[in-house]
């Protein structure tokens, strides 16, 4: 994967020759300067749509200094040491008043008219076009927008990477490892780093930490997203596209909030995404939202009660761009920050002893969202080049890796704690890694969450599960049985060879001998134990969390099953909408089809319960299949209901296949309406075509069935029939 350390000096240049090169034609085709069906012609990619392996093009081909392939060069160090610079927390977003939005948020996209820059693509002199990217006209328009009207605020842009002189991570100094949050913030990855270009790193605002959106049930939220790169297609540092599209992941929410893939906006537009922040079943269970267990806090310790289901309360999301075809260069390049939930149970004031609180790390200064205790940890896998800049091949189909560990997008940081515990909710954000997490002595740890939703039971263990791209684990650490002045580090077991999935799991003992090929195995992440804490801790775990929602009087109406493989077909030519690569998606017997975002797939009816089979068809790699819209609850892996291990008990998001595995699912179809997606969370396969678009569209108006098709324009977005339905999607 990565030469060693003792590479000679001749195979280390010729790999960074070959990097070179091939960052070259990566960088034509982001631009558009060449297509997949021009490389083909030129000999450099074979009609699969694998790279062809070639001395001087790939690092993997057999090389003139040795028979076999020894890996791409590693992301130089410049003399940094790990564990030498504080673990930033988050840069949490302000959360203002609706008024101060200019223009006002309306229901439908705003259609007002603006010059547009003519750098954009297919753009004329004296062209103008909308400033809001959202879809125009009532289909697209904010369901329940006069039901729930947004009450806060949260506004951001996309730009390249800047300093940023306005952190505010919202804890004092003291409990973010001494980090003076009044000081400039440069954008690298450790102090001692090159500064990223503006063209390599697109960060929300442009700048470092990564942002945490905080929320609360019973306050609908207006987001507003600016987009602020650059107009040129081709000034993107080499890889990653212009135009966006802001996924919630996973927000209970209409498809026009969803960051759906084709309904990405322009260089110099805005997209206003309404997140009413609603539990699911809000029409039809608690509709006099009468229980205080389905709420969320208020500003003096109390709640507000909602309606809807409490079993289906939520508490860790993320936010990322889902652009298609471009999400893995999008996301890594960093569109991509996360989302805290807060709830009558899930409140974030430790506390608070009312009956509902569970009372979970988290702090006690203010009346919710306390995140003295309570951090977010954004793991994710970097490489860069010989000058110290962001570094990524789109053609390493079976998933790219990167040789460095970040946690925060820090190179290997250390973090001072109390002897307290800590509840972490850790994302992986990366594009294609695994990791299985542990500590370096072996301690417990208490798993409370799997992905955006809290467990029955809480489950104690001393090692994870492969956590896959995008899940989220939160765990609770008690560093009250460290003493002052030490130290225990987190640990990632998985090893990858490739990107295709992880090779193996190692022993704690091996994975910290260092021995391993893998460079991102081993410590990555440092606890310093430095003090008892001032205040008494408060918090809890208790014995029981959120348990299941009651789905045995919801009939199930229809079983679907979906296969994960390689060797996909195109069956359509739009050329927006559909492209070809070596993944796709089979439907329900059918052929594994490459993605097109106008081909309908699935359409359950609105109001209905079905059970959906994710397989895996095999090859040694695995998926972690992520599906839009609403939490599901597995029934069985590989057909057994006993196969489902206790941390995959509550409700899920992203479902790993495992290696020649499968996932039984049942999910609703309710509240809302549109087009949704399912797809590999590994976002190399995902923009490689393993993606399908399935939609809700038989909500009563403006809905039609089916659904057309957006395409996005600088001038604006029009609309078309489906490319293709297929026979079993009604």
């Not at 290997?412 to 850790?426: A, D, L, N, Q, T």
Request: aromatic share 10%; net charge negative.
């Amino acid at each position: 994967m990565y030469l060693p350390r003792n590479a000679s000096k001749a195979r280390l240049r010729e790999a960074e020759n070959a990097r070179k090169n091939r960052a070259e034609i990566v960088k034509a085709f982001c631009d558009g300067q060449v297509s997949r069906r021009d490389l083909i012609r030129m000999g450099l990619m074979s009609a699969a749509g694998t790279l062809v392996m070639t001395n001087g093009l790939s690092v993997f081909a057999p090389s003139a200094y040795a028979s076999i392939p020894t890996g791409a060069p590693s992301s130089p160090l410049f003399g940094v040491q790990p564990f030498t610079q504080p673990m930033p927390r988050f840069d949490v977003l302000p959360r203002n008043a609706v008024s101060t939005l200019s223009p006002a948020p309306t229901a439908q996209a705003n259609t007002t008219q603006q010059p547009l820059n003519p750098a954009l693509e297919g753009v004329a002199a004296g062209d103008t076009g909308p400033i809001e990217g959202r879809p125009p006209g009532p289909i697209w328009a904010h369901q329940q927008f006069a039901a729930f009207p947004p009450r806060v605020a949260i506004e951001v842009t996309q730009e390249g990477a800047k300093v940023n002189n306005a952190y505010n991570p919202q804890v004092p100094s003291s409990l973010n490892s001494g980090i003076n949050a009044a000081a400039p913030f440069s954008p690298r990855f450790h102090p001692d780093l090159p500064v990223q270009s503006p063209l390599k790193l697109w960060t929300h605002n442009g700048t470092l930490p990564p942002k945490l959106m905080i929320v609360r049930y019973g306050e609908p939220v207006l987001f507003r997203h600016r987009n602020k790169l650059p107009f040129d297609v081709t000034q993107n540092g080499g890889f990653g596209r212009h135009t966006i599209s802001t996924h919630e992941h996973n927000g209970h929410h209409g498809a026009e909030n969803d960051g759906f893939t084709g309904a990405f906006f322009f260089p110099g537009q805005f997209y206003d995404y309404h997140y009413p922040i609603v539990l699911a079943g809000y029409r039809t269970i608690n509709t006099g939202a009468t229980d205080p267990r389905a709420g969320g806090p208020d500003d003096s310790g109390g709640i507000v009660k909602v309606a809807g289901d409490w079993r289906e309360t939520m508490s860790t999301h993320w936010f990322h761009d889902h652009m298609f075809s471009f999400t893995a260069q999008n996301v890594y390049k960093g569109i991509a920050g996360m989302f805290n939930i807060y709830s009558s149970l899930d409140r974030g004031n430790e506390a608070i002893n009312d009956g509902v609180n569970l009372r979970l790390p988290s702090g006690t200064a203010t009346s919710f969202g306390n995140l003295d205790y309570d951090v977010n940890l954004m793991l994710a896998d970097k490489a860069w080049d010989a000058n110290g800049q962001q570094f990524f091949d789109i053609f390493n189909f079976d998933g790219f890796l990167g040789d460095r560990m970040t946690v925060n997008l820090a190179y290997k940081p250390f973090f001072e704690v109390e002897r307290r515990k800590y509840r972490f909710r850790i994302l992986n954000a990366a594009v294609s890694r695994f990791f299985k997490l542990a500590l370096s002595d072996g301690s417990p740890m208490i798993q409370i969450a799997n992905d955006g939703n809290l467990l029955p039971n809480p489950v104690t263990l001393t090692e994870t599960d492969e956590l896959g791209i995008a899940e989220r684990y939160d765990l609770v650490i008690d560093f009250s049985r460290y003493s002052v002045g030490s130290k225990v580090w987190m640990v990632n077991l998985t090893e990858h060879e490739d990107g295709t999935g992880p090779k193996q799991d190692l022993s704690l003992a091996a994975a910290l001998a260092g021995s391993s090929s893998d460079p991102a195995v081993g410590k990555f992440l440092e606890f310093r134990i430095v003090r008892n804490p001032a205040v008494a801790d408060q918090s809890q775990v208790p014995a029981t969390l959120i348990p299941n929602p009651d789905l045995s009087a919801v009939p199930v109406a229809r079983q679907r099953t979906f296969v994960f493989g390689d060797g996909a077909n195109q069956t359509t030519r739009d050329p927006v909408t559909s492209f070809r690569g070596p993944w796709g998606i089979g439907t329900n017997g059918g052929g594994v089809l490459d993605a097109d975002f106008g081909r309908i797939s699935a359409a359950p009816r609105f109001g209905t319960r079905e059970t959906w089979t994710l397989v895996n068809d095999g090859g040694g790699w695995d998926h972690p299949i992520h599906i839009h819209f609403e939490e599901g609850q597995i029934l069985a892996r590989n057909g057994s209901a006993n196969a489902v291990p206790a941390w995959e008990k509550g409700r899920k998001d992203v479902y790993r296949l495992r290696p020649d595995g499968s996932v039984t699912i049942t999910m609703q179809f309710r509240d809302w309406g549109g087009m949704f997606m399912e797809h590999c969370h590994n976002t190399v396969h995902e923009d490689n075509a393993m993606l399908l678009r399935w939609e809700i569209d038989d909500n009563g108006a403006p809905f039609i069935r089916p659904l057309p098709t957006p395409i996005a324009r600088p001038q604006g977005v029009t609309f078309q029939p489906p490319d293709d339905i297929l026979p079993s999607a009604f």
